[in-house]
């Protein structure tokens, strides 16, 4: 199981950081989003996985760490802001510059395109 869990949290977290680096905004926001997933699941996976335990002290030899679920809870409300304000943000820049790209500058079609030389003569 925490193998598995591991795996999810390391995928997640490859993907997040591989959509941040694109020069487009919204995968820029998604791969925040995928980051701040497998930052939640880490943090979870802190407070030791356990089935069947109980969330406080009681009659039980084991329980839930407290703590652990607390600061998800709290990083998915800011998760939940950042996200909403990388969005306004994303919304500005293609308002101001006419393009998605992170870095505000637009591809012209002529770096793309090769130009043909001008003919001469006749």
Known sequence: ME???ALVIG??????????LRARTFPVVVGLTLVSYGVNLFLFSSGRLATGAQPVLGTADGYADPLPQALVLTAIVIGFAMTAFVVVLALRSLADHDDDHVDGH???DATHT????????K
């Open 106 to 108: 637009q591809e012209s």
């Open 114 to 121: 090769a130009q043909k030389p001008e003919e001469t003569g």
């Open 11 to 20: 995928a997640l977290t490859a993907s997040g950081v591989y959509l941040l």
């Open 3 to 5: 193998l598995v869990f």
